[in-house]
């Protein structure tokens, strides 16, 4: 298994490239707290009674890139990866044929489209998909950089304790 190489952010770059690089610094945890380890392993649901495992934090993150960058900022409309109307939570529900593999590809292609999707807007554009909140304002870039940020700490948390209940590692 290959991973970036997960940098700390600069605490004096401007705005944006800090959002960015934060954004990375989370994902590259993720990557981390996953590295090593079999699709057994991957697949343990470590805190009972929770279901959540590493790859179906994978694969909801996928998901979560997915929606927030093509269906929200871009209006893709693009389909669920990982999830259906029958299991809406089938992205932390990993079948016996799902491997690390095809999380990790999936997961690192929705990431690699999203920078690109991002790329060409400033942090005041608004998402051109039909999501917005309840108040009818629409989500900014800005915004949803922020919210992948908080997604992606909060799992990494998660992702903490279900990497030390597995094998034993902790650390950043």
Known sequence: MTTSERIDPST???????LESWLDYHRETLALKCAGLSDKQLKEASV????????GLVRHMAEVERGWFRNTLAAERAAPLFF???????????????TW???H???????????????PHSLDDRGA????????????????????IEEYARHNGHA???RECVDGATGE
């Open 129 to 148: 998909g039909r999501r917005e909140r309840a108040s009818g304002d629409p989500f900014t870039l800005r915004w949803i950089y922020l919210h992948m």
């Open 160 to 162: 903490d304790l279900i």
């Open 101 to 103: 593999e095809q999380a």
């Open 48 to 55: 009972p009674p929770s279901e959540l495992t590493l790859i």
């Open 105 to 119: 590809t999936a997961w690192r292609a929705e990431i690699a489209h999203a920078r690109s999707l991002a790329a």
């Open 12 to 18: 004096l770059a401007g705005e944006r490239e800090m």
């Open 84 to 98: 259906t109307d029958e299991d809406p939570d089938g992205d932390f529900h990993p079948g016996a044929d799902d």
